[in-house]
T-cell receptor, first 112, second 111 residues
Framework: DAGVIQSPRHEVTEMGQEVTLRCKPISGHNSLFWYRQTMMRGLELLIY????????DSGMPEDRFSAKMPNASFSTLKIQPSEPRDSAVYFC??????????FGPGTRLTVT | GQQLNQSPQSMFIQEGEDVSMNCTSSSIFNTWLWYKQDPGEGPVLLIALYKAGELTSNGRLTAQFGITRKDSFLNISASIPSDVGIYFC???????????FGKGTKLSVIP
């Protein structure tokens, strides 16, 4: 079975550019999470969707960040405009019932 | 806020040795999870624990959900080089969806 799929795996962009990260959760999972991982802060929850509906976006750092889940098999995390401090690894995770979370391979974002 | 204290922070062991790491908290949790993260990859779920006192194995890995619901440990028996990585504990409170993570234990295995 395919796990969580994320694209791109690596993204290098210049400050001020728009960045879109993509995620395909595991089929049948009804919860989806976006995380950011840095050395300083570890794994931070950005936003949580349940049945495609955003339930908790309190972790989204600023209005520059937005996330959508138009259907059960696709989600995006957008940063516009990007800043160097947004450089991190962004993970998408999905869960069948809100307990175990299965992580994707991550997108390593570098903003110069 | 809730925190998980994971120890040790790092460890170097000889191949073939057993490994033990643990997580403690001042808060009660209903679910404990153990993940392993390799460089450049996402965390991979190793073991999930749902009941206080539960002892669960996955191959050479064994984890226990502490009876007080405030701690958990992970043991790895007969370590091999591919066990190298960072191991994270994570926990969920009652009715919560938000995982609380430990800071990780970095394991190095000397062949």
């Amino acid at each position: 079975d395919a796990g969580v799929i994320q694209s791109p795996r690596h993204e290098v962009t210049e400050m001020g550019q728009e960045v879109t990260l993509r995620c395909k959760p595991i089929s049948g999972h009804n919860s989806l999470f976006w995380y950011r991982q840095t050395m300083m802060r570890g794994l931070e929850l950005l936003i949580y969707f349940n049945n495609n509906v955003p339930i908790d976006d309190s972790g989204m750092p600023e209005d520059r960040f937005s996330a959508k889940m138009p259907n059960a098999s696709f989600s995006t995390l957008k940063i516009q405009p990007s800043e160097p401090r947004d450089s991190a690894v962004y993970f998408c995770a999905s869960s069948p019932a809100g307990y175990e979370q299965y992580f994707g391979p991550g997108t390593r974002l570098t903003v110069t | 806020g809730q925190q998980l204290n994971q120890s040790p922070q790092s460890m170097f062991i000889q191949e073939g040795e057993d490994v033990s790491m643990n997580c403690t908290s001042s808060s009660i949790f209903n679910t404990w999870l153990w993940y392993k993260q390799d460089p450049g990859e996402g965390p991979v779920l190793l073991i999930a624990l749902y009941k206080a006192g539960e002892l669960t194995s996955n191959g050479r890995l064994t984890a226990q959900f502490g009876i007080t619901r405030k701690d958990s440990f992970l043991n790895i028996s007969a370590s091999i080089p591919s066990d190298v990585g960072i191991y994270f504990c994570a926990a969920l409170g009652a009715g919560s969806y938000q995982l609380t993570f430990g800071k990780g234990t970095k394991l190095s295995v000397i062949p």
